[in-house]
């Protein structure tokens, strides 16, 4: 590790095989299926472990992680993204004929041109509708209203047919303590849980009630109701779940290794990883920064530049320049997409980051 | 256009070479040399047409940019982040003898190891003392007492050479107002003046006398001691530069094509361009969200997620599913990063962002 050039991704294999068995753990206990999120790792070795570990089908946000786990064999694929436009729908529709495909949408507009092509194609998938439980994205409320609108609707398509109802209780991130965590999970379960009681009482089937999101998944206290859930992040965990006091920092298993490049003052050395590098995203108050060092909790990544990233606090000023070090990003999902490959911690092997982009792409 | 999968990179190459004319001949008018910063782009095309409208050098944040502009065969190369790790030590080393190199640092132990390795490697480079004129990042503080630092070091070092003393004026996007962006051009010009002043009277000669960024190149009222400039962002400008007062929305050259995949409540829509399209950069409060949608100035991008933008206003409501727009980012070079691919505003060309990360990728 320290003669590795920086930056550069490192992922620790181990802990991503423990925090995979722990979720498929997790998720026979609470009764449920598990169908991890590729858009996290983007990577074939991880999602081979996943499926290694039981997952029921996996969750994607776009077609070209989906075409990556059709590659791999996965049992079922949830497209999670309305598929409007026709590109994705028509690559959708292909993924169809070849694995059973679920695409998540909340319009009449993407079910009925979704059925259409389905037909056209000679194809099936199904639907699952979502359910907004607090987050404020896609999704209709959740209850009656909701109910109403899906059971017309899914008397109306016959080739791509109604399987379900969704949601994803990414409001959890912006909660304010452990507490606001679990009011999340608890939103994002009653959301699911009142829609699909709402659209049996009206005569529909609704055999999939699947919720979302790592700190929720870990944050409920039962799953009754529900069938399925959606985690990505909890192969990795990240600053941000640390601060949402979901994990705690050695279940972190992705760090950027960076080095020491300037010590202009006391009390502030800058890092070569800066936002290309980390990401820039500021999940949550509750994670100080842009990043956590490792071994180094004094530390914080007050600021990120391009290709630099300044540490202060009182500490800072004892790490000589050419030290080396590891940062834990604030949102892995995000530090994924910026590299090409996640070289193992203290070996020699290495991952390849496989379906950056929404393409495939031609070099 | 209107056919084009989203999210996708859209460059309008007519505004962009418009940009880069008007730099240069702004730099002309100065007084200066022009060393555009290839961090923006990383793209041989547009590093192309830089050196045709008479860039005197390039400036580079990593090694993997500078090796791009060895390639396109840069007359001068100033790598603007200090190599204080082997690996990039010896790369920078092994460009030295095929280009003429600079290099921007702020410590004795860099310098000498420059040295050293230039030594060893029967090559000569350059380096340039960075002095910060209040970011708060890598320099240290202009004035008398760096230029002693600096006046006894340059006598020790021999195959790299002293040259001169940079500055890097990015505290103007922390500006209230235009007024603020016109103080930041002012004191990294002062910041850089003064310390080369400072040198001269102790009898250093400072040839290179180098200030930097968009913002500060296009509010700087005169030039008077500074020899260069080292823009990058204006190639393509961005949302922050006209959140800042520094150009108009015409200026703009990059934009993400999107398309609304839902509209799940009057007042919100949403975009299949998140974070990994965008960037997550928040750059200044002077612009409102995440990026501004060409054509549709109502319209705020309140929140990203990966692969989502959530679009609010009371225009929102109209924008039918399936509608294209294109948004213009808040930071055009994290935008760029994301991306392998500019596709050509209305037209059938592209360029490749060819240098993304720090080392070439085998595929």
């Known amino acids: 590790m320290d003669s590795m050039p920086t930056p550069a991704l490192i992922v620790d294999p181990s802990t991503v095989d423990r925090n995979i068995a722990a979720m498929a753990t997790r998720a026979r206990s609470l009764g449920v299926e598990l169908w991890p999120h590729v858009k996290t790792h983007k990577c074939a ?4 472990r996943q499926l290694e570990a039981g997952a029921a089908g996996v969750s994607v946000a776009t077609v070209r992680e989906a075409e990556l786990a059709a590659d791999q064999h996965a049992p079922a694929i949830l497209i999670a993204h309305p598929p409007a436009s026709p590109e994705r729908l028509s690559r959708a529709v292909a993924l169809a004929g070849r694995v059973r495909l679920r695409v998540a949408l909340d319009s009449e507009e993407v079910a009925r041109a979704l059925d259409e092509a389905c037909r056209d194609a000679g194809v099936i998938a199904e639907w699952l509708w979502e359910v907004d439980c607090g987050v404020g994205r896609t ?20 080739a791509a047919t109604f399987a379900g109802i969704m949601a994803f209780g990414g409001h959890a991130y912006g909660a304010r303590d452990t507490d606001g965590v679990r009011a999340a999970a608890r939103e994002e379960r009653d959301a699911v849980v009142s829609t699909a009681d709402a659209l049996e009482a009206l005569g529909v089937a609704v055999p999939v009630r699947s919720a979302g999101s790592t700190p929720t998944a870990h944050a409920l206290d039962h799953a009754t109701g529900l069938t ?27 760090t950027v290794a960076a080095t020491v490049v300037s010590r202009p003052t006391d009390g502030r050395v800058i890092l070569d990883a800066g ?11 509750l994670a100080p920064g842009f990043g956590t060092v490792v071994d180094h909790p004094e530390l914080i990544v007050a600021k990120l530049y391009e290709e630099h990233a300044i540490l202060s606090g009182a500490e800072a000023g004892t790490l000589p320049i050419g030290t080396r070090v590891r940062v834990i990003p604030n949102h892995a999902c995000a530090a994924a997409n910026l590299h090409r490959t996640m070289h193992h911690l203290g070996g020699s092997g290495e991952w390849t980051v496989a379906a950056r982009g929404w393409r495939p792409e031609l070099r």
Chains 1, 2 share one sequence.
Do not use: W
Request: charged share 20%.
């Open 45 to 48: 070795d991880i999602l081979a």
């Open 275 to 285: 936002s290309k590098a980390l990401g820039a995203d500021r999940m949550t108050e």
């Open 228 to 254: 399925e859930l959606r985690p990505g992040n909890y192969v990795f965990h990240d600053a941000t779940q640390v601060g949402l006091g979901v994990v705690t920092i050695d279940d972190c298993a992705l």
């Open 139 to 158: 999704g209709t409320p959740p209850g009656a209203a909701t109910a109403e609108r899906v059971a017309r609707l899914a008397t109306h398509t016959t």
